[in-house]
């Protein structure tokens, strides 16, 4: 009797641990389609991520990062932008001067410089591996200028936005524990009170 209650238990917890993961796969999709859904952006424009799985966790960026948070968060942020043909770039930690993961495609495409570094959990953070390890050619580099962006946990992605930024609201709020900002860029107005715009660029 005792080796099939463990067995259940072992059982349920994985089944548990599986739900939960399905559960960020599941938020972290519908984070980035709704800041989608306000941001207009076009195939081959850039979507900027940063995510510190330790705050998905509920513990202090930094302090606990999570290569398998950080999987689930990246199945769902591709299912969200794949399809539309959005390049994502997934900013590193502190610890590597928030440089940026991105496929060597899209590097090319916007004449970013790729750099040497290599980005491990503990240096980079786990999305940003886990990115390394999922896309098909990446590369690192230092500077990017995204059209929109998602922040999951206060990770600070503002200095790789385009200008201007414009505070993005969507109606999933958290993944995990991480509290979540959305930004899109729109172009800058010039002119005076006498220019008209165009208003879908808005």
């Known amino acids: 009797m005792k080796l099939h209650a463990d067995l259940s238990y072992d059982t349920f917890y994985k089944e548990r641990v599986i739900a939960i993961l399905k559960d ?3 938020q972290a999709k519908a984070a980035v389609e709704q800041v989608l859904e306000q941001a207009k952006l076009q195939p081959g424009d850039l979507f900027v991520v940063g ?10 960026i930094g302090s606990a990062s999570s290569v398998e948070l950080a999987e689930a968060i990246y199945r769902g ?9 959005i390049a994502l770039a997934a900013q590193c930690c502190e610890h590597l001067n928030r440089a940026l993961i991105v496929e060597r495609e899209t590097a090319e495409r916007y004449g970013y410089e790729p750099v040497n570094v290599l980005p491990q959990p503990k240096a980079g953070g786990s999305f ?10 990446p590369v690192a580099v230092e500077h990017i200028r ?8 206060s990770t600070l992605i503002g200095m790789h936005l385009r200008e201007v930024a414009v505070p993005v609201r969507i109606a999933q ?7 979540l900002t959305a930004a899109r860029t729109r172009l800058r107005f010039i002119g005076g009170v006498r220019a008209h715009y165009q208003e879908d660029l808005l």
């Open 173 to 179: 709020q958290r993944i995990g524990e991480a509290q």
């Open 128 to 137: 940003a591996t886990v990115c390394w390890q999922s896309f098909a050619q």
């Open 51 to 60: 995510c510190s799985t330790s705050e998905v966790g509920g513990s202090k």
């Open 146 to 153: 995204a059209h929109a962006g998602l922040d999951i946990g």
């Open 77 to 85: 942020v591709a299912a969200a932008l794949e399809p539309k043909g």
């Open 24 to 26: 960020l796969e599941r």
